[in-house]
């Protein structure tokens, strides 16, 4: 700044401060998920609607360190630009621990508000499970058994188990929802075909979700085991053979006889 008299103009003052247009930026959006493991969980958001008239330059990351925790603290700093995600590693607290975080945005004036908090499990899906296998079967039900897959990193609280239409049938519905995590076996008793065919598929679940469905098991037929056949009766003998002969069963269980 110059002051001014009639005699002059006087010597310039020294700079001010420097003052920028701008103000500190609004909220990051969408804080999310993008994706956790038992050992880390990595967060993403969107840039604020308003940065405040001036880049973004740093987001600052804040957690509750997992679990009932109220209190906040910062565990991590992005500066990188254009970066909007921060992975947190967590493998030193138990799998399966919930976390929450909350992220605020920085540009050259100052750091803005926080972001509301979320709340993501250091986990993931469960493992795909194996293929359901034949438990046993007859004509009016079919029962199946299947195999725990891995958890995930925290436990399993149920299966879907999924069915076919019959032999030859590649469209599956949900029969049944298992909410019980250590039931393992299910058995179908109703809307079967004596003799038709039927595969099954199995989905795992935990707090996180569901996990992918398996493949399909080895179709299992809706039928019983054939009645007793007739005793074998001797019809002829040679030097090299014998032959004989009987009569087959009355029921054949529902299907159709494959040998004897």
């Given at each position: 700044m110059i002051a001014t008299t009639v005699v002059g103009d006087s010597i310039s003052s020294d700079a001010?401060?420097?003052?920028?247009?701008?103000?500190?930026?609004?909220v990051p959006l969408l804080l999310a998920k993008k994706t956790a493991s038992s050992a880390f969980i990595e967060t993403q958001w969107n840039e604020p609607t308003d940065t405040g008239g001036t880049p973004i330059t740093s987001y600052l990351v804040y957690s509750n360190g997992g679990g009932s925790s109220t209190t906040f603290a910062l565990i991590g700093t992005v500066t990188s630009a254009g970066t909007r995600e921060f992975k947190h590693i967590t493998s030193a607290v138990t799998?399966?621990?919930?976390?929450?975080?909350?992220?605020?945005?920085?540009?050259?004036?100052?750091?803005?508000?926080?972001t509301a908090e979320i709340s993501i499990i250091s986990a993931t899906i469960p493992a795909t499970p194996a293929a359901p296998t034949k438990a046993s079967a007859s004509k009016t039900s079919i029962a199946v058994n299947w195999v725990a897959p891995a958890t995930g990193g925290t436990p399993i609280t149920g299966y879907t188990l999924r069915m076919n239409g019959g032999t030859g049938s590649s469209t599956y519905t949900d029969i049944a929802t298992i909410t019980n995590a250590s039931t393992l076996t299910y058995t179908k008793s109703s809307s079967l075909t004596t003799g038709q065919a039927y595969s099954f598929k199995l989905i795992a679940r935990n707090a996180v979700g569901d996990s992918l469905t398996s493949v399909a098991s080895t179709p299992i037929t809706a039928s019983d085991v054939p009645d007793q056949p007739g005793t074998p009766t001797y019809t002829s003998s040679s030097a090299t053979s014998v032959a004989f002969q009987w009569v087959a069963p009355t029921q054949t269980g529902g299907?159709?006889?494959?040998?004897?």
């Amino acid at each position: 700044m110059i002051a001014t008299t009639v005699v002059g103009d006087s010597i310039s003052s020294d700079a001010s401060v420097s003052i920028y247009a701008a103000i500190i930026p609004g909220v990051p959006l969408l804080l999310a998920k993008k994706t956790a493991s038992s050992a880390f969980i990595e967060t993403q958001w969107n840039e604020p609607t308003d940065t405040g008239g001036t880049p973004i330059t740093s987001y600052l990351v804040y957690s509750n360190g997992g679990g009932s925790s109220t209190t906040f603290a910062l565990i991590g700093t992005v500066t990188s630009a254009g970066t909007r995600e921060f992975k947190h590693i967590t493998s030193a607290v138990t799998a399966g621990t919930t976390f929450k975080y909350k992220v605020k945005a920085g540009n050259i004036v100052g750091v803005g508000p926080l972001t509301a908090e979320i709340s993501i499990i250091s986990a993931t899906i469960p493992a795909t499970p194996a293929a359901p296998t034949k438990a046993s079967a007859s004509k009016t039900s079919i029962a199946v058994n299947w195999v725990a897959p891995a958890t995930g990193g925290t436990p399993i609280t149920g299966y879907t188990l999924r069915m076919n239409g019959g032999t030859g049938s590649s469209t599956y519905t949900d029969i049944a929802t298992i909410t019980n995590a250590s039931t393992l076996t299910y058995t179908k008793s109703s809307s079967l075909t004596t003799g038709q065919a039927y595969s099954f598929k199995l989905i795992a679940r935990n707090a996180v979700g569901d996990s992918l469905t398996s493949v399909a098991s080895t179709p299992i037929t809706a039928s019983d085991v054939p009645d007793q056949p007739g005793t074998p009766t001797y019809t002829s003998s040679s030097a090299t053979s014998v032959a004989f002969q009987w009569v087959a069963p009355t029921q054949t269980g529902g299907s159709s006889l494959t040998g004897y």
